[in-house]
């Protein structure tokens, strides 16, 4: 290594370089696009990674939605079209009776006219369990959400959306333990949520106690759908495919009914989704590599085109004393030389790339790239593949170089 610090060493690279600078440029500009392309690939296929996990984080991924509809079958005397009606009884079947479900969070909904002071406006009130903040995380601003106590003594709180208390309240008003009408029925407010930019199942502007929906609307044992979350390593396909045979032997369906329930596999979603950025991520290191690889070729090119036009140099070189390895080394040297030079510019050129994405198109809710960045292993990789590729193709023309005898490199013109 001790060459690596000789100042003839360096002199000679540079003078080589030197004397055909608009080839040298040109050459290194094949590997600085490469890593470029590399780095600015990676990046976004992080940032629109980021941008999926900030929209599916608050949700429990390994889930499925099951709603009632119409059969389209008859079966065991009843006709097609017959209306299903989901209960709490189906919920509990479905607990007993399902393996590999972590939580069954069933829920209701209507909408109703909400009331404060002077101002008022109709929205969607959800009757629900405190379970569906674990499935469905709420972003709370100021107070909680529905708790079990709640849910026992049938309390009149209400959780509602930071949109609601913006049309309801005034800029900056506490709105805990402040009152609203909802069909003529004063509620407590006890929480303000986020505004989510997804909504699984129909969007719920209010939520209030699941047995306080119950009595207020006369919905009895009837829910309107559910959400079933499996455990991590759970299959969710199975577990909807088990909940809806369970559902048609208990309401009467036949079995091949398609239509009398729906359903939206979250989990399956998820899944694909998945799939495609880690597609998407291959690709990235596929087209970002072979670029490399192409420019790299490019500067083996030239370094052979360069010993071409310094075989007579090479051959003094030899006749004096120069051993094929001390040839084959400098060689290499300005081979990794290029190629790393041209990588770091890459590296940081990328790097500028990155950071312009996330300030104009990684800000705000809507935001399609999200911290769009590669990781420092992602980086030390990408040097580590340039040093070897520098390398690798730095031993072409230097072999090259070393082929031709001493006396006939004399006799080159």
């Not at 889930?63 to 189906?90: A, C, M, N, Y």
């Not at 009149?156 to 709105?175: M, N």
């Not at 009398?260 to 998945?274: D, P, R, V």
Request: aromatic residues 10%; without cysteine; neutral net charge.
């Amino acid at each position: 290594m001790k060459f690596l610090f000789d100042r003839d060493t360096w002199q000679e690279l540079y003078d080589s370089i030197s004397k055909n600078k608009v080839r040298s440029i040109l050459t290194m500009v094949g590997v600085w696009w490469g890593i470029l392309l590399l780095i600015g690939l990676l990046g976004s296929a992080r940032g629109i990674e980021n941008s999926f996990n900030r929209l599916f984080g608050d949700f429990a991924t390994n889930s499925v939605f099951i709603w009632s509809q119409s059969t389209s079958k008859p079966f065991k005397g009843f006709q097609e079209g017959r209306r299903v009606r989901l209960t709490l009884t189906d919920v509990r079947k479905i607990e007993e009776n399902v393996e590999g479900i972590e939580f069954v969070v069933p829920r209701n909904q209507n909408r109703s006219l909400v009331v404060r002071n002077l101002l008022s406006g109709t929205f969607n009130i959800a009757g629900d369990y405190p379970l569906l903040d674990k499935v469905q995380k709420k972003k709370l601003i100021h107070g909680r959400f529905i708790n079990q106590n709640d849910i026992d003594e049938n309390k009149k709180t209400v959780v509602i959306s930071e949109d609601i208390y913006k049309q309801l309240f005034e800029k900056d008003e506490d709105a805990i333990n402040e009152y609203i009408r909802i069909n003529n029925i004063n509620f407590k407010v006890i929480g303000i949520f986020e505004n989510s930019n997804v909504n699984m199942g129909p969007s719920s502007d209010i939520h209030i106690p699941f047995t306080t929906f119950q009595q207020i609307y006369n919905q009895g044992e009837k829910i309107g759908w559910m959400v079933i979350t499996g455990k991590p390593d759970s299959d969710i396909n199975q577990i909807e495919a088990d909940v809806k045979l369970l559902l048609k032997n208990v309401h009467k369906i036949h079995p091949q009914d398609k239509r009398a329930f729906g359903s939206f596999n979250l989990g399956e979603a998820f899944g694909k989704l998945t799939g495609f950025l880690t597609g998407m991520q291959f690709l990235t290191w596929f087209v970002g590599i072979a670029t490399l690889i192409a420019g790299v070729f490019a500067i083996g090119n030239i370094l052979l085109i360069t010993v071409k036009e310094r075989t007579k140099e090479i051959g003094v070189r030899r006749a004096i004393g120069a051993t094929p390895f001390e040839i084959k080394r400098q060689i290499v040297v300005e081979a990794v030389f290029l190629t790393l030079v041209a990588g770091l510019l890459g590296i940081i050129s990328g790097g500028w790339i990155l950071i312009a994405m996330d300030k104009f198109l990684g800000q705000g809710d809507d935001a399609v790239f999200v911290n769009a960045s590669v990781s420092i292993s992602v980086v030390l990789i990408a040097l580590v593949i340039l040093i070897i590729l520098g390398t690798l193709i730095g031993l072409i023309p230097a072999y090259k170089a070393t082929s031709v005898k001493p006396i006939e490199a004399l006799r080159e013109e």
